[in-house]
Each structure stands twice: as structure tokens, then as C-alpha cells.
């Protein structure tokens, strides 16, 4: 292959999956320093992208856009190579109408499938998403790729969530601690009742405690929120009154995030903040969980697990049993060692 020296990368979405990407702009530079990299991302996550140095150009697909359009805007740029991350109907179209050579990753969905609906685990599925998508440039070179995914933040975005925090009394950031307790699908969210519980055990601990989530999440989070203040717990919740950026300089003051199978989870691991993760309707073989050193994950075995690939809107058992049996003080517990490992008593 010619040494391409203009790259366009294509992950449309989801925010996690994206944040996935980051590794292999990384690979790229290594591999070709000279290229110039562009990636193609939907509007709402072109700021995962936003000052990386690796990257030289985004470009949004906007809501309703016509490939044929935006094929159109493409191939007015002169990529000489493609590499799809995303692999579905979609980008494989819009690939064949930029006529230039493509690499794409393995999905493994037929592993993948076989797991979610006849409990058949196969040899592909012991690889995380980021290896799968740093698969296709190991031809290019022998030597192991980074994997770590990486945000970046500019100073003035470090001093806004500092500012922020000082109003809300917030000046110890050793002790303060991130909760994600939403998530897209309902199947991947920790009962109500759990959260309280688990929440009701920083009473008069020295913790400082953020809620993070979106705004579909606000609902939620404010009756937790409401619900613990009763006991004296009073967390600050931000879900939904921050845009991506900002949420990404807040968790990145954190010392561990709590969080669901979500987004968020990876904007912790691209900012090295430690994780402590619950999983209930997916499992970590599917590759979207990356459990590092000072991570940690919480799930429980049923003979239903995996029922879903992403997660769902319903549990087909009705009881969300995966979630509701990891029990708070099972969570307390995982997250006081490591804290403590880090150095930090609360």
C-alpha cells in the first residue's frame, strides 16, 4: 500500500464508542506522522475530538444529511485512505461512494449474537473494542499500539469546573467522588432503592459527592438526590446543566467515578480516572468494558445474562434481578478499598 497521506476515520456514534476511537489516531500518527487525519462523527460528539492533538480535522454528519450529500462534501477532499470503526449499512455505503481504498474493523457480531441468544462464548470475544479497532493498522506494523483512550482538555475548561466547584464549597478535591447512576437503556441502571441505599452510607463521611447525567437522567437523579438529603447526604447534581465538554473537565477533578454501563464510564477511563463499573444485561466479553488496574467491575451471574447486546428498555425477567443483587454494601465496600488504595480516606 502507498503511504496514504490524507485519512478520513468514520465512528458516527455512540459517545462511548467514540471516546473508543481515540486509541487509533494515536496508531495512525505512529504509523504515517506526515498524514493529515480527519475524523466523521455525528454533531453531538465532535467534542470528544475537540483539542486532540492528533487530530487535524472533524467533520459532522448532520441530522437528516444524505450520504450521497455528504459523499459529495468528502471526496472534494482527497483522502487517500478510509478505516471505518463503525462497520454498518450506513458507513459501508458512504465508503463505496468515496471510491478509495477502505479498511474496516471486525465487529465479531455473529460471536456476539451467539452469546446474547444461545449462551455460546466463542474465542473472538476476548477482545476489547479498542483492540478490534486498532486490528486492521497491525499489518502496517509489528509493534503493540497504545490503547489508552485520551480526552483533552484546555486550561480554561481545568479552571471553569475549578471555579464551579469553589461555589459549591467543593475546595478538597481529594475527596470528591463522581455518580453516574443513569444510562441510555433502563435494563442497565441500578434500582432506585439501591442508589439510596448505597448513597445513605456516606453519611458523615468525608466524601464530596457529584452526580453527573444527561437530561433524560434529571428526573431520576433529582428524586435520588432528594431522597438522601433526608439523611444528610447532600450531593451536587449536575445532570443535565452541562455541555459535554464541561462534564468532561468535572469528572476529570474526580478521584473514582461510580457508574453504570454508560458513557460516561469511558470519558473516566479517557481522563484516567479510576472506575468502579455495574453491570447487569451485558457482559464484559462483548469488549465495551475496559477493566484497568485500579478499575473495578461489579456484576452478577445469571444463567439470562447476556439478554441484550446494548441493553434494554425492559428486563425480560421483570425483575432486574443482574442489577438489583449487587447490594450497596457490596459497592461501598469495593469503592472504600479503593479509595483507600489511592491514598484517600473518607
Known sequence: ????????????????????????????????????????TKSQYIDVFYNNPQVDEIVSLGEGESLFFLARRLREKKYDLCLDLHGNLRSHILSWLLGIQVLRYKKDSLARYRLVYFKKRTAPLNRTVIERYLEPLSRFSPAEFDRQPRLYLKPEEVQWAEELLKTKGYLDEDHLIGINPGAKWQTKIWPFSNWLEFLKMFRE????????????????????????????????????VTTLRQLFALVAKCRLLITSDSGTMHIAQALDVPVLVLIGPTVPEFGFILARERDRVLDYNLPCRPCSLHGDDHCKRGDQLCLASIKPEMVFNVIYKQLTELGIRI
Open 1 to 40: 500500500m502507498i503511504k496514504p497521506r490524507n485519512i478520513l476515520v468514520i465512528r458516527l456514534s455512540s459517545l462511548g464508542d467514540v471516546i473508543l476511537t481515540t486509541p487509533v489516531f494515536t496508531a495512525l500518527k505512529k504509523l504515517w506522522p506526515e498524514a493529515r487525519l480527519t475524523v466523521l
Open 205 to 240: 463521611r468525608n466524601a464530596r459527592l457529584l452526580i453527573f447525567g444527561d437530561k433524560k437522567d434529571q428526573s431520576f437523579t433529582k428524586n435520588i438526590v432528594n431522597a438522601v438529603a433526608e439523611y444528610g447526604v447532600l450531593p451536587v447534581n449536575l445532570a443535565g
